[in-house]
């Protein structure tokens, strides 16, 4: 698979390069840096991995059946989220950005069609967003004023069983 990362330091002098470029342009130019998971829609065939999600239900209808995330392996992820944020400011970006749309990990979390969960990370929607706010709250210290950690998502997930603005 060939796409832009950050999960390890050796991405790190490319991405400097790109940051250090966009800085030299006029207008004072920010660049982010996106970070996603594609959780449940990940491909076997294509990645080698197994898809993982809040809970064992498919991404979508013909998705690969995902392996619900235990605990422990939230827990890591959330770190890997903070590390990814960290490695970005030592690139030179101006902020983070967190994909929570298009059925990635991140909003699978936030739905109640795709995540069952009877711990802190389900429930209520305090407990269905507690991935992003635990993910993006340690991306922030030490960004700065001048920095930013945002994020986007989608307003519904177009489902009457499922979230929109009510909640």
């Known amino acids: 698979m060939r796409q832009l990362g950050i999960s390890s330091e050796k991405h790190a002098e490319g991405l400097k390069r790109l940051t250090d470029a966009v800085h030299k342009l006029k207008n004072d130019t920010r660049i982010f840096l996106q970070i996603h998971h594609a959780g449940g829609r990940v491909s076997?065939?294509?990645?080698?991995?197994?898809?993982?999600?809040?809970s064992a239900i498919p991404a979508y209808p013909g998705a690969e059946m995902p392996r619900a995330l235990t605990r422990e392996e939230i827990a890591g992820l959330v770190e890997a989220h903070v590390e990814a944020a960290a490695r970005a400011k030592a690139a030179g970006f101006d902020g983070v950005d967190i994909h929570c749309a298009h059925g990635y990990l991140v909003p699978s979390f936030f739905s109640p069609l795709t995540n069952m969960r009877t711990d802190e990370y389900g429930g209520n929607l305090t407990g269905r967003t507690r991935f992003l706010?635990?993910?993006?709250?340690?991306?922030?210290?030490?960004?700065?004023r001048s920095s930013r950690s945002r994020s986007r998502s989608a307003a519904t997930n177009t489902s009457r069983a499922g979230w929109g603005s009510p909640q």
Do not use: D, M
């Open 44 to 54: 076997s065939k294509i990645s080698g991995l197994q898809p993982v999600a809040p």
């Open 133 to 144: 706010t635990r993910s993006s709250g340690g991306s922030a210290p030490g960004w700065g």
